[in-house]
């Protein structure tokens, strides 16, 4: 299975500064490196389990608001950070996307 870690990291990152705490409030609270903080939001490193759980119990969240929709294969892949993306478009910004998507979809047909 691959896992988007990109994604993941996005996501930590997002919910991070929804709650308004630095990297290394966060860091602070999980006993983690800042830097390692920051290589896990730009995707430039792997958390363990271990790692996932602390920074879960720290975010109050729980590891699905990490990691639910970020194996590529997944039928939910990105589907939920796409949601949340369109919400904020203007109707003419989501006709937009709604034509490169069918656009590349057409292309992929072909």
Do not use: F, H, W
């Not at 896990?40 to 969240?61: F, Q, W, Y």
């Not at 950070?81 to 292309?107: A, F, H, V, W, Y």
């Amino acid at each position: 299975m691959d896992i988007d870690y990109e994604l993941l990291g996005l996501r930590l990152s997002n919910i991070r500064k929804q709650q308004k705490l630095t990297q290394e409030k966060l860091a602070e609270k999980t006993n983690l490196a800042n830097n390692y903080i920051s290589n896990i939001e730009n995707g430039r490193s792997i958390p363990s389990l271990e790692t996932l759980i602390k920074l879960c119990e720290a975010l109050e969240i729980t590891p699905n608001d990490l990691l639910v929709g970020t194996a590529t294969t997944s039928p939910s892949y990105m589907v939920s950070d796409l949601d949340n993306i369109l919400k904020i478009c203007t109707p003419e910004e989501k006709k937009l996307i709604e034509g490169i998507i069918r656009l590349i979809i057409s292309q992929r047909r072909q």
